[in-house]
């Protein structure tokens, strides 16, 4: 894809969407009715309004039918304009959810080839009662029938004969026998380009394992390359592995996303029904937070901490194997009702008592039971991660001397850590109500659903901040290394990250403020949700200022750590708006808040994380990634995505609420969303479109320069901590270790002793004086 | 912003004043930077003598630090204060101490207004029944005169809605139930919404000062039919 | 995509990352233990939908079961597989020359610790929320929205019926609990003992002896945590038998089990002896599904890090029984002590918000 080709490409991929969100409009006839909504939308029959002095009436249809039956079905219709003698008397439309029509005489005809539906013809309007044959499908599916007559006052043609009355009939036929068949449409879909996704992944490392030597392409070679993979504890190939299964799902959600904008392109879409809607708006959230987001991050911290600490692994290899691969097979768990039409329908914050009703999918329980799995690897990353940073630093690299990735990985994982034990207790609690019957959420015997809610976000708030937090790393990283200078302030950029760890815990109270909290804990949960603001402040002025006086150099990290702090900031401000009660009272779960947490997700996290992609893939792959695609990556994400999540605030002011598979404009008869919003609506469908593809360019990129890219140096934008000394890509162990590195220090420091909290930590451990340190 | 409510817009005003305030700032910071220290082709300088391996040397200024800690902290306890009085105002309380006094008697009139900070002022209230069901709702005018609050249906875009109606100046106190799960009450134009958790009772303030027709939309995701449970609200 | 590193002064069979003692091994284990557990939480939810029992998913279930014990016996084996003399120790501040694994351990711990917390926290929520069953019913406190006139025939209340009213009621009932408490109690002594002759310096001890004394104190302990698991069966769903013993007055009884009193998870019209109305001499009976959720969830939770135990222990005795512990290795008896006190400690709590208050 050259820089000339891309943006016609992905011109078409608009025009394709486009084509795909035209809206079918209704025809009329002579000589029949029908059109393609006649079913939602009514019968446009000669224009004129539904009367009930009509009466439709079907008969013949049994209350039950036998698989593929045949039926005769008498349609007639009594009152109105109509009156004997007339040449045109009436016409009908009827139209079955399922099975055949056929027609017994040239009074009625099929409509439009259209098996499931009938209408008169012209010689046919010249009676009220019509004869036809209706067989039943094969499945025992309950078919709907929707039955359109209208009364005609004479022979005064088809259009604007204002005398002429319509009314409608609805009669449903149960199926018996074989079981109803699921509806699995949009998941075929689905599924179909997840498939897809899979096959071409396997055929990338198929490739990718035929560039490392042609001639030995065969199951011998084949089978030890990869049980090597499957079975590595190497923390840089499992973080590879992280890596892989992060992007993998980056577009798996963002397919969901896309399936999700198609629906709201337009108001009243039928795209997608409400029940698809609900599940993928569901799986889009659960797939980016604990899929995506969170692999992306355990990737590059697997495979940057210990290089940049100095360690040749993490503390526990094998635990950190177990991390990840808990991940995928959690993954297949909350996929398994998208497979089977039946996938979790809660929203990813599965509010009690919704998540507990057996009106909910099936596929609830196993989305549980899945996110179970991933609390489990996220503890055991935890442990990983908090004992690894705490014991294996090279010498010389005290607490204030880790590289600040390192401080916000330690920072992240501790909130994590210390949070996800209650989302793993809700989720067992959830888990077991759904499965043998326990009563937690149970409101009937006293349970009470705001328990979810608080165990839910105790857990849930620190986790948004664990998801932008080593991003913070990231942006602390690239910047000072772009503008060629140290941090500025590197002990306050610490200070602020574990400040914002430490406030996360006290904020959750702002997802509950409507949900009748006392007004104390509102008033107190406002003023520290508002708190998170100062931190996060300090945070964006020391980047600011690590600039002043810098020499900054735009490669392509450089830039998109510059939309973060564009991107970032904005959505920190929007967030300014949610703990001032009489504005969240307006706001809450409004598109204001979608746009709002976009912003700091998307702008923030995914932004840094191809800020990583860009800074770390050379010491990864040892191979430098193409500028030129890398720049136009920037540019065109960019700018879509601002053009598919800004619009969203003004949305959300003016009350388009999030979950809605559907919304309301204004009509004569109601007040609702303004008519502009569904031009907007419209917009923001087309830019997602082109936000997805502009990210291909960079998967493009990956593939391409890792087959034939340009050789990366050990140190290619000349950074200072430890990653930067190995070779890239560094070899395994990452370091020696019976000859760890040492660190430097350019600052005059006074020798690391443990300080207050260390030496009481270290009395805890009671150090052991009989067994001899080190390896032997 | 202006329309949704006086409180919201007189709130959303001052808020986007800061916002604009602390925007211009980072953001003419940052585009001057990114302009200005800018490295011209070919060049790298190692201004701070940045070495693999070794720390660099800091680089830090308390006094600028400390600025930026105070400066924000400062701003948001501004932003707090403004932000607190509403609390009364958007849950307030019943009886003489709050915004909307005791309930009315038979024949008395809210007569509610707007005062000059934005806040709407009754000198009783009404009450009405909110029950949530997955997917509808359903009112309840209690023993209120047809004139204050009446009950039918209304088609909305081919569909049958309940429609309540309302009389303007008056003020409305919603008792909310729901019978399966968590759905939310969110009325656009009186800027409000409050969620209704099955097994508790909890309460609306329905202040209609001035004419007007919304639609009543369910706020909390409650299951399949979710964006069809809405209702008409016309205050007359 | 990086040079394989083989270390040839250290071969392993179990892989080629054996560089340095404490190196990682590559493992199938955790893709297995992951499948199995997969197939585990799957053919649960299909064994139970609703509470109601499908007993064609069963084999599914053992067949989860089964891989993650495949899982677990390949992780143990590659473990054995080393001398158990080589321990990582932490490099730099503050934990300098103190064991890794400890550090990890204590880690753990305070997730664990979370997990209680937040089951506590359930408990105290709905403790404090919902009325207690006897306040309701024998001080007539019903509550005037639900029921306003008092109890009705054959209408449940929703009440909070702690399980202490049952296992409070006699000594006989508390037996089991006490029985349990003292056995965790000295387990987490018996623990601490095979920890100590472990420890003795090389020479101050005869190694048989040493071998003996470590592996019966583990043993030991193995027995009480399975005399925990055991009285608790008997006290939920067995129920015991009380002689009559004339020489202290003791006549001859039952103790029922919680199971077959109706304590039970799905109980929503649960009868229990004191609860009779006054009037009629009917039954007056009580909704207790969230109680008895909070009992077995919580204990029951207790009792699973219990049986983790038990499998520990029953690994670390046979390894004891081979002569593998000496002061250098005896560290790995630390670190599962480390676990057994925190689980004895957690039923310190455990038993007097369940069994007594």
């Known amino acids: 894809m050259s820089k000339n080709s891309a943006p016609r490409k992905i011109a078409l991929v608009a025009m394709l969407a486009m084509a795909v969100l035209v809206v079918p409009t209704v025809t009329s006839l002579p000589g029949g009715m029908g059109g393609a909504d006649i079913q939602r939308a009514g019968c446009t029959c000669h224009g004129t309004l539904p009367s009930s002095s009509v009466e439709a009436s079907i008969s013949g249809l049994p209350d039950s039918y036998n698989v593929s039956e045949t039926y005769n079905v008498t349609v007639s219709f009594s009152g109105g304009p109509s009156t004997d003698g007339n040449m045109n008397l009436g016409g009908f439309n009827l139209w079955a959810s399922d099975g055949t029509f056929a027609t017994l005489d040239d009074s009625a005809q099929l409509w439009e080839q259209n098996t499931n539906e009938v209408a008169h013809t012209e010689s046919g309007n010249d009676q009220r009662t019509w004869f036809l044959q209706w067989t039943a499908p094969e499945s025992g599916v309950n078919v709907d029938f929707i039955l359109h007559v209208n009364s005609v006052n004479g022979n005064q043609g088809n259009g604007g004969s204002g005398g002429d009355m319509w009314n409608r009939a609805d009669v449903t036929v149960l199926g018996f026998g074989d079981p109803p068949l699921p509806e699995v449409d949009p998941f075929k879909v689905l599924a179909t380009l997840v498939v897809i996704s899979g096959v071409m992944l396997s055929i990338v490392v198929m490739y990718i394992f035929y560039r490392k030597n042609p001639d030995s392409f065969d199951w011998e070679n084949f089978a030890p390359w990869i049980s090597e993979w499957l079975t590595s504890t190497d923390h840089k190939k499992i973080g590879t592995l992280y890596f892989v299964q992060g992007l993998f799902f980056l577009g798996v959600g963002g397919i969901m996303a896309l399936m999700i904008r198609m629906q709201l392109a337009v108001p009243g879409n039928d795209f997608i029904s409400q029940d698809y809607y609900n599940q993928f708006f569901t799986l889009h959230g659960t797939t980016m937070i604990f899929l995506a987001a969170m692999p992306l991050i355990a990737g590059f911290a697997n495979w940057i901490v210990p290089l940049q600490i100095g360690a040749p692994d993490l503390a526990f290899p094998r635990l950190n194997a177990m991390s990840f691969w808990l991940q995928p097979v959690a993954a297949l768990l909350i996929f398994t009702g998208v497979f089977s039409g039946q996938g979790a329908d809660t929203g990813w914050t599965g509010y009690a008592p919704y998540v507990v009703t057996e009106t909910t999918h099936s596929g609830v329980s196993m989305w549980a039971a899945g996110q179970l799995m991933l609390v489990a690897s996220s503890t055991l990353t935890g442990i990983n991660f908090l004992t690894t940073m705490a014991v294996m630093r090279a010498p010389g690299m005290g607490w204030f001397q880790m590289p600040l990735f390192t401080w916000s990985i330690l920072v992240a994982n501790l909130m994590l850590f210390l949070s996800i034990p209650a989302f793993g207790v809700g989720l067992i609690q959830v888990y077991l109500d759904r499965t043998i019957g326990t009563a937690f959420y149970d409101v009937a015997a006293g349970g009470d659903p705001l328990l979810w809610s608080h165990l839910f976000w105790y857990f849930g708030h620190p986790e948004v901040y664990v998801v932008i937090v080593p991003a913070f790393g990231v942006i602390s990283e690239v910047i000072a290394t772009s503008a060629r200078r140290s941090i500025f302030g590197y002990k306050s950029m610490v200070y602020a990250m574990a400040g914002i760890g430490l406030v996360s815990f006290i904020v959750y109270g702002h997802h509950m403020f409507t949900s009748g909290m006392s007004p104390t804990l509102r008033f107190v949960t406002m003023l520290t949700t508002m708190l998170v603001a100062v931190p996060t402040g300090i945070k964006i002025f020391n980047w600011l200022k690590t600039m002043h006086g810098g020499s900054l150099v735009y490669r392509t990290h450089t830039l998109w750590t510059l939309g973060f702090l564009v991107t970032f900031t904005l959505g920190g401000i929007s967030g300014m708006f949610f703990p001032s009660m009489a504005l969240d009272v307006h706001l809450h779960e409004t598109y204001f808040v979608v746009a709002h947490f976009h912003y700091v997700l998307v702008g923030g996290t995914v932004f840094g994380f191809f800020a990583a992609i860009y800074y770390w893939y050379p010491k990864m792959t040892g191979r430098m990634l193409d500028e030129r695609l890398g720049v136009l990556h920037f540019l065109t994400a960019f700018i879509s995505y601002n053009a598919l999540f800004w619009p969203m605030h003004r949305l959300g002011v003016v009350g388009m609420i999030r979950r809605t598979h559907t919304y309301y404009i204004t009509t004569d008869d109601f007040n609702a969303l303004p008519e502009w919003a569904a031009d907007w609506n419209m917009l923001i469908s087309i830019s997602a479109f082109l936000f997805f593809a502009s990210n291909l360019i960079m998967v493009y990129n990956m593939i391409k320069t890792l087959v034939r890219g340009e050789k990366a140096p050990a140190d290619p934008w000349g950074g200072w901590s430890f990653e930067w000394m190995t070779t890239s890509p560094p070899p395994t162990p990452s370091f020696d270790p019976h000859n760890l590195p040492e660190l430097k220090d350019a600052n005059e420091h006074v020798a690391n002793e443990p300080g207050v909290f260390g030496q009481m930590f270290r009395r805890l451990m009671v150090e052991d004086d009989t067994t001899e340190g080190g390896s032997h | ?236 | ?357």
């Open chain 3, 1 to 357: 995509m990086s040079a394989d590193y083989h270390d040839h002064d250290h071969p392993s069979p179990w892989g080629p990352h054996d560089w340095g003692h404490g190196a990682p091994h590559n493992s199938w284990s955790p893709l297995v233990m992951s499948i199995g557990i997969g197939i585990f939480l799957m053919t649960f939810g299909g064994l139970f939908t609703f509470s109601e029992f499908d007993m064609w998913y069963l084999p599914l279930v053992i067949v989860g079961i089964a891989v993650i014990g495949a899982g677990l016996f390949v992780w143990w084996r590659q473990d054995m597989s080393f001398d158990g003399t080589y321990e990582p120790m932490s490099a730099g501040v503050p934990f300098k020359n103190i064991q890794i694994r400890k550090v990890g351990m204590w880690v753990f711990l305070m997730s664990e610790m979370m997990i209680f917390s937040s089951l506590f926290s359930t408990y105290m929520r709905y403790r404090q929320g919902i009325p207690r069953c006897d306040t309701v019913f024998n001080r007539g406190l019903f509550d005037p929205v639900t029921n306003p006139d008092g109890w009705q025939d054959g209408v449940a209340v929703t009440c909070f019926e702690p399980a202490s009213h049952l296992i409070a009621s006699s000594w006989w009932h508390i037996a089991p609990g006490a029985i349990n408490t003292f056995a965790l109690i000295i387990s987490s002594f018996t623990i601490v003992q095979a920890l100590r002759w472990a420890h003795k310096p090389v020479g101050s001890v005869d190694e048989e002896v040493r071998r003996k004394r470590v592996y019966r104190y583990l043993g030991a302990t193995t027995i009480l945590a399975s005399l925990f698991l055991t009285l608790k069966m008997i006290e939920w769903f067995i129920g015991f038998h009380v002689p009559a013993i004339d020489l202290i007055g003791l006549h001859e009884h039952e103790i029922h089990s919680l199971y077959s009193e109706g304590y039970l998870i799905n109980n929503d019209h649960y009868q229990h002896h004191d609860y009779v109305d006054e009037a009629t001499g009917a039954h007056m009976v009580a909704n207790i599904q969230v109680s008895a959720t909070l009992f077995y969830v919580t204990t029951g939770t207790h009792g699973l890090h219990v049986l983790v135990g038990i499998i520990g222990l029953a690994y670390l005795t046979f390894k004891a029984w081979t002569g593998a512990y000496n002061p250098q290795s005896a560290v790995s008896i630390e670190y599962f002590g480390l676990y057994w006190h925190f689980v004895d400690l957690v039923w310190v709590l455990v038993f007097p918000f369940f069994y007594l208050y």
């Open chain 2, 1 to 236: 912003m202006a329309g949704i409510t006086p409180l919201f817009d007189a709130i959303w005003d001052d808020y986007m004043f800061w916002s604009l305030v602390v925007g211009a700032i980072s953001f003419g910071w940052l585009y001057h930077h990114s302009y200005f220290y800018r490295s011209e082709e070919g060049e790298s300088p190692n201004i701070d003598k940045i070495e693999v391996g070794v720390f660099p040397k800091e680089y830090d200024n308390l006094k600028l630090e400390v600025t930026w800690t105070v400066i924000p902290f400062i701003l948001i306890v501004w932003l707090t204060y403004i932000s607190w009085a509403p609390l009364d105002a958007v849950w307030s309380q019943t009886g003489p101490d709050g915004y909307h006094g005791s309930e009315c008697e038979n024949g008395e009139s809210s007569n509610n207004y707007i005062d000059p900070s934005g806040y709407v002022r009754s000198d009783c209230y009404h009450d009405i029944g909110i029950e949530g069901q997955q997917w509808f709702w359903e009112f309840d005018c209690y023993d209120l005169v047809d004139e204050l609050c009446s009950i039918d249906y209304a088609a909305v875009e081919g569909e049958l809605k309940p429609h309540l109606m309302l009389k303007a100046g008056e003020t409305y106190l919603a008792t909310m139930t729901s019978i399966d799960v968590t759905h939310a009450v969110k009325n656009p134009d009186f800027g409000m919404m409050e969620d209704i958790v099955p097994g508790q009772v909890t309460y609306l303030w329905m202040p209609a000062v001035g004419e007007t027709s919304f639609l009543m939309l369910c706020a909390e995701y409650c299951g399949d039919n979710h964006a069809y449970m809405i209702a008409q609200i016309t205050v007359e």
